[in-house]
């Protein structure tokens, strides 16, 4: 370490400058990053089964059948932008989730299962709730 940093770091804890941060704000910064990684992946799921419920309703296997019209028509019609958002909040969860707790040391292929595994489980929620409140069968 430099010595003239090292002088100043001394001087300050001396001269009670150095403050400790109390224990609650450690833990709403912990909080904090929990809460935000959740909701990215909410937000992630929510636009891949954004996307999965419009390219259900284009039914591609019907124009794909159609030859060359439908393979345009289905090109058209694809929601692009969905795709590109859920996309990008999904690389945005791998980018967080090695940041939050102790994720940093877990290797790359955890990390990934891990992100794409909840992204699953969330759309899959999200899809069978979409599809109960469709039907109108509640499970209450």
Same mark, same amino acid.
């Given at each position: 370490?430099?010595?003239?940093?090292?002088?100043?770091?001394?001087?300050?804890?001396?001269?009670?400058?150095?403050?400790?941060?109390?224990?609650?704000?450690?833990?709403?910064?912990?909080?904090?990053?929990?809460?935000?990684?959740?909701?990215?992946?909410?937000?992630?799921?929510? %636009?891949?089964?954004?996307?999965?419920?419009? =390219?259900? #309703?284009?039914?591609?296997?019907?124009? !794909?059948?159609? $030859?060359?019209?439908?393979?345009?028509?289905?090109?058209?019609?694809?929601?692009?932008?969905?795709?590109?958002?859920?996309?990008?909040?999904?690389?945005?969860?791998?980018?967080?989730?090695?940041?939050?707790?102790?994720?940093?040391?877990?290797?790359?292929?955890?990390?990934?299962?891990?992100? %794409?595994?909840?992204?699953?489980?969330?759309? =899959?929620? #999200?899809?069978?709730?979409?599809?109960? !409140?469709?039907? $109108?069968?509640?499970?209450?």
């Amino acid at each position: 370490m430099n010595s003239k940093l090292e002088k100043k770091i001394m001087a300050k804890i001396k001269k009670n400058g150095v403050r400790m941060k109390p224990k609650w704000w450690f833990r709403i910064i912990k909080d904090g990053q929990i809460l935000f990684l959740s909701s990215v992946f909410v937000i992630s799921s929510l %636009f891949v089964a954004s996307c999965l419920y419009f =390219i259900g #309703l284009i039914n591609p296997p019907w124009l !794909l059948k159609m $030859g060359d019209i439908g393979r345009e028509v289905l090109l058209e019609n694809l929601p692009y932008l969905l795709i590109l958002s859920a996309l990008i909040t999904i690389f945005f969860a791998f980018s967080i989730y090695p940041k939050v707790g102790d994720n940093y040391k877990k290797q790359k292929l955890q990390i990934s299962l891990f992100v %794409f595994t909840t992204i699953i489980v969330l759309t =899959i929620v #999200l899809t069978s709730l979409r599809l109960m !409140l469709e039907s $109108g069968h509640f499970l209450f």
